[in-house]
């Protein structure tokens, strides 16, 4: 038998090392930076122009520069009968004409007695999936408030941020008044938020100050916080009510999935990868299902009888990271709102209104058309996207992700 030539013992070489590369385990996925860096959340911004995209003198104009930024805190005089006889009235109103709008540099002396730290992830309430997710660090509403002297007639907080002076262009938000000024053990106030990941907020993200609303969803936490208006009228008033969302939202438990190829090799474990954003209801656990399906399959509803037989397995979440690693310098863990003041750890995990990554992990799928879905279970046993299913209070539907393994 004559010896093999060159290029055919190269071809052998080749598909040993095709075979063998097939053999081996698929390596894991790149694990995700647990906070986002600022450049890299997804943007959701509004305004004609953007306010980020103002430059130069257009940006000091705007007082969107750390040095020209003001906030003032006025109250509303509007009365409306039946439900409202008299106006909001505050001792000190805080105003530029005035003289007395709160600087940078007022706020920032205002952190050095009341500063807080939270692990926030944003998410738009029609958006399926996190914008990311970072360590926001701020003073609490009610400390700014407390600046304004003595209240009377206050039953909500508005506020709002700049809008290329257009009234049409504003949008704002609100909270009522007990939750602006009280904040029960272990829950978490709104906050004036001026740092990012232990930097200055960068203006894409909404600096030099936004607010931050850590149990809503991202229309509560306003952008290039500017006014704040005190009001005795207590119905809801926020912008996003008028596009039929619920203006008082509380973020949701839900699993979200990372997008897969439509192609996977039958020959290997298949791994699944997403975020779990945890709501009140905390998480109790995160579920799969590998659904198999034909090219015309019908969609299944979030209320489908087959998902309640279904054989739903558990998921992985990640560890918790190593804290003190991943905290901006200068801050520990102990500072951290949610966090054990002793050990430095979280006190639930994953932590309310954060995000956590996942992982599923398939075996033995034969060469076919799949479905894979994801869900979360909360501390009362309810299953994504229960308790509230109405997507117009939060985008929580299952997600669905269509593949081949062949």
Same mark, same amino acid.
């Given at each position: 038998?004559?010896?093999?030539?060159?290029?055919?013992?190269?071809?052998?070489?080749?598909?040993?090392?095709?075979?063998?590369?097939?053999?081996? $385990?698929?390596?894991?996925?790149?694990?995700?930076?647990?906070?986002?860096?600022?450049?890299?959340?997804?943007?959701?911004?509004?305004?004609?122009?953007?306010?980020?995209?103002?430059?130069?003198?257009?940006?000091?104009?705007?007082? /969107?520069?750390?040095?020209?930024?003001?906030?003032?805190?006025?109250?509303?005089?509007?009365?409306?009968?039946?439900?409202?006889?008299?106006?909001?009235?505050?001792?000190? $109103?805080?105003?530029?004409?005035?003289?007395?709008?709160?600087? /940078?540099?007022?706020?920032?002396?205002?952190?050095?007695?009341?500063?807080?730290?939270?692990?926030?992830?944003?998410?738009?309430?029609?958006?399926?999936?996190?914008?990311?997710?970072?360590?926001?660090?701020?003073?609490?509403?009610?400390?700014? /408030?407390?600046?304004?002297?003595?209240?009377?007639?206050?039953?909500?907080?508005?506020?709002?941020?700049?809008?290329?002076?257009?009234?049409?262009?504003?949008?704002?938000?609100?909270?009522?008044?007990?939750?602006?000024?009280?904040?029960?053990?272990?829950?978490?106030?709104?906050?004036?938020?001026?740092?990012?990941?232990?930097?200055?907020?960068?203006?894409?993200?909404?600096?030099?100050?936004?607010?931050?609303?850590?149990?809503?969803?991202?229309?509560?936490?306003?952008?290039?916080?500017?006014?704040?208006?005190?009001?005795?009228?207590?119905?809801?008033?926020?912008?996003?009510?008028?596009?039929?969302?619920?203006?008082?939202?509380?973020?949701?438990?839900?699993?979200?999935?990372?997008?897969? $190829?439509?192609?996977?090799?039958?020959?290997?474990?298949?791994?699944?990868?997403?975020?779990?954003?945890?709501?009140?209801?905390?998480?109790?656990?995160?579920?799969?299902?590998?659904?198999?399906?034909?090219?015309?399959?019908?969609?299944?509803?979030?209320?489908?009888?087959?998902?309640?037989?279904?054989?739903?397995?558990?998921?992985?979440?990640? $560890?918790?990271?190593?804290?003190?690693?991943?905290?901006?310098?200068?801050?520990?863990?102990?500072?951290?709102?949610?966090?054990?003041?002793?050990?430095?750890?979280?006190?639930?995990?994953?932590?309310?209104?954060?995000?956590?990554?996942?992982?599923?992990?398939?075996?033995?799928?034969?060469?076919?058309?799949?479905?894979?879905?994801?869900?979360?279970?909360?501390?009362?046993?309810?299953?994504?996207?229960?308790?509230?299913?109405?997507?117009?209070?939060?985008?929580?539907?299952?997600?669905?992700?269509?593949?081949?393994?062949?």
């Amino acid at each position: 038998m004559p010896a093999p030539t060159r290029r055919e013992f190269a071809a052998v070489a080749a598909a040993s090392a095709c075979a063998a590369a097939a053999a081996e $385990p698929p390596a894991p996925p790149p694990a995700r930076p647990f906070l986002t860096p600022a450049a890299e959340f997804r943007d959701v911004s509004r305004g004609n122009p953007v306010p980020h995209t103002l430059r130069g003198p257009a940006l000091e104009a705007a007082r /969107l520069t750390p040095e020209t930024w003001r906030l003032e805190l006025t109250a509303d005089p509007t009365v409306e009968e039946p439900h409202t006889k008299q106006p909001a009235a505050i001792a000190k $109103p805080l105003t530029i004409a005035a003289g007395t709008a709160l600087d /940078l540099p007022m706020l920032l002396n205002l952190g050095k007695s009341h500063q807080v730290h939270f692990l926030k992830a944003m998410q738009c309430l029609n958006i399926d999936t996190p914008l990311g997710q970072g360590l926001w660090t701020g003073v609490p509403l009610r400390e700014v /408030l407390k600046l304004a002297g003595r209240m009377n007639n206050v039953r909500r907080v508005f506020f709002y941020g700049f809008h290329n002076n257009d009234p049409k262009q504003r949008f704002q938000s609100s909270v009522d008044y007990t939750h602006a000024m009280e904040t029960p053990p272990g829950e978490l106030p709104a906050f004036l938020a001026y740092r990012l990941n232990g930097e200055p907020i960068p203006l894409e993200r909404g600096g030099p100050v936004r607010m931050v609303v850590p149990w809503s969803y991202g229309f509560k936490s306003i952008k290039w916080l500017q006014q704040i208006v005190v009001t005795n009228i207590p119905r809801n008033t926020d912008t996003y009510a008028e596009g039929n969302n619920d203006p008082e939202a509380y973020l949701k438990s839900a699993a979200f999935s990372d997008r897969v $190829p439509e192609k996977l090799p039958a020959d290997r474990p298949l791994t699944f990868r997403g975020v779990v954003m945890c709501g009140p209801s905390g998480v109790r656990r995160v579920e799969f299902w590998v659904r198999p399906v034909t090219a015309d399959s019908p969609p299944l509803a979030d209320d489908s009888p087959e998902l309640l037989r279904a054989p739903w397995a558990e998921c992985q979440l990640d $560890p918790q990271p190593d804290w003190g690693a991943v905290m901006p310098a200068g801050v520990r863990p102990q500072e951290v709102l949610g966090f054990d003041r002793t050990t430095g750890r979280p006190r639930e995990w994953p932590l309310r209104y954060s995000s956590a990554p996942f992982t599923a992990t398939v075996h033995g799928l034969a060469a076919g058309r799949y479905e894979f879905r994801a869900r979360t279970v909360d501390l009362n046993g309810f299953a994504q996207p229960e308790p509230r299913p109405l997507q117009k209070t939060g985008k929580n539907g299952i997600q669905v992700r269509r593949f081949e393994v062949g």
